[in-house]
């Protein structure tokens, strides 16, 4: 089976744009989630997307925001970029069955702010 | 709420010699833990996993981790580092419930390895 696939792998925007990020999932898999992971923070959660449903959010401001197709593709948006937001974003796909799930995670996509 | 803690922020050890990550976790219930490594500019790998089966899990590359309840351990070791192994590991906690903005996993600030020649 083909892995989680993420495009673009580099990115490179400046202030005040915006930006999005695509997912694949391995095939099968319902679940979706993203995590932004920086030096300073480490790996953080943003969201998780399960049957076009966002499912679960993690403690990011409205700028950030996904959404799930029909196929469990999925898009990450971040408008009006800042700094900070430079990271490595990080997409994984799961079952989505319960707790003790395994994801598997994609190469990211390295989003730099300039 | 779960939460997990790696007790070294960075290990070095001598190719050959034996390596050991520690981690510690908390969680209100029995958990699902994880250890992934990630190579320089590449995503998370999935070494091995623990959902209340055996305790002495057998992961991928000669790594194996033992989950110890008393001590509320989860530590990673491998007998022998191959230079290959250089590179940042992370214990991982499941959030254990949909809802919340804790997420579906709870990562440690991870552990970085390096392996001399």
Not at chain 2, 51 to 61: E, R
Request: aromatic share 12%.
């Amino acid at each position: 089976k083909a892995g989680v696939t993420q495009t673009p792998r580099y990115l490179i925007k400046t202030r005040g744009q915006q930006v999005t990020l695509s997912c694949s999932p391995i095939s099968g898999h319902r679940s979706v989630s993203w995590y932004q992971q920086t030096p300073g923070q480490g790996l953080q959660f943003l969201f998780e997307y399960f049957s076009e449903t966002q499912r679960n959010k993690g403690n990011f401001p409205g700028r950030f925001s996904g959404r799930q197709f029909s196929n469990s593709r999925s898009e990450m948006n971040v408008s009006t970029l800042e700094l900070g937001d430079s990271a490595l974003y990080l997409c994984a796909s799961s079952l989505g069955q319960g707790s003790g799930d395994t994801q598997y995670f994609g190469p990211g996509t390295r989003l730099t702010v300039l | 709420a779960q939460s997990v803690t790696q007790l070294d922020s960075h290990v070095s050890v001598s190719e050959g010699t034996p390596v050991l990550l520690r981690c510690n976790y908390s969680s209100s219930y029995s958990p699902s833990l994880f250890w992934y490594v990630q190579h320089p500019n590449k995503g998370l790998q999935l070494l091995l996993k623990y959902t209340s089966a055996a305790t002495l899990v057998k992961g991928i590359n000669g790594f194996e981790a033992e989950f110890k309840k008393s001590e509320t351990s989860f530590h990673l070791t491998k007998p022998s580092a191959h230079m290959s192994d250089a590179a940042e590991y992370f214990c991982v906690v499941s959030a254990g419930n949909y809802g919340g903005s804790q997420g579906n996993l709870i990562f440690g600030k991870g552990t970085k390895l390096s392996v001399k020649p």
